[in-house]
């Protein structure tokens, strides 16, 4: 793997990871009513469930790939559409105002656990890596230290992604209560998210 694929798969990584979905809705609504380190776990739950997709993907679709190539067509468009059909939804219907009361501390483990839960849990997770990887990474040709790599890039491209969302959202609930502000970041959500479906579908694989 060269560096350059490298740094397109972090920069891929890095931009969609700013769109906020329901891991990034779920990690503020955490921040604004715990302390940092609490949230700091969360963020690592996330990317480690991020970690068991690109896992899943490397192992899984390596040998699919050997043999039938037009399946990652079919999931690079379904990947697209999907992406777009939630811009849509976010476009109309808004993240949903979260709850920013103070809530029960808990321990580090149970807000890590709870990270990984919503990413697992999260569809849009899983298909944006079965339409990520494969057309920026020749899967079949992926070490075990191409692996490593990977696996290190994504925890450091998605803790520099939810590290602000943590501080940020700290400092921040006054204006996240504030009904325009959601509006906006609805908008701009939308519209990242509309941007990356076309990139997936446009890009040849």
Do not use: C
């Amino acid at each position: 793997m060269t560096l350059s694929i490298i740094a397109t798969y972090a920069l891929a990584l890095f931009v969609v990871a700013l769109i906020p979905g329901p891991g990034i809705t779920a990690l503020v609504a955490r921040a604004l009513g715990t302390s940092f380190p609490e949230s700091l776990a969360m963020a690592v739950g996330i990317s480690l469930g991020d970690i068991v997709f690109l896992t899943a993907v490397v192992l899984g679709l390596s040998v699919v790939a050997q043999t039938f190539g037009f399946v990652f067509l079919v999931i690079k468009y379904a990947g697209a559409a999907y992406l777009a059909w939630m811009a849509y939804k976010i476009w109309t219907s808004g993240i949903v105002r979260t709850d920013v009361a103070a809530s029960r501390r808990a321990s580090l483990w149970q807000a890590m656990l709870s990270g990984l839960m919503v990413t697992l849990g999260n569809p849009k997770a899983m298909l944006f890596y079965l339409a990520l990887v494969p057309t920026l990474i020749d899967i079949t040709r992926i070490t075990f230290t191409d692996y490593l790599v990977l696996v290190a890039v994504s925890v450091a491209v998605l803790l520099v992604v939810t590290v602000p969302y943590i501080m940020l959202a700290a400092k921040a609930r006054d204006l996240l209560r504030h009904p325009s502000a959601l509006k906006r970041l609805n908008k701009a959500s939308a519209t990242f998210l509309a941007g990356t479906a076309g990139y997936i579908a446009i890009r040849s694989t």
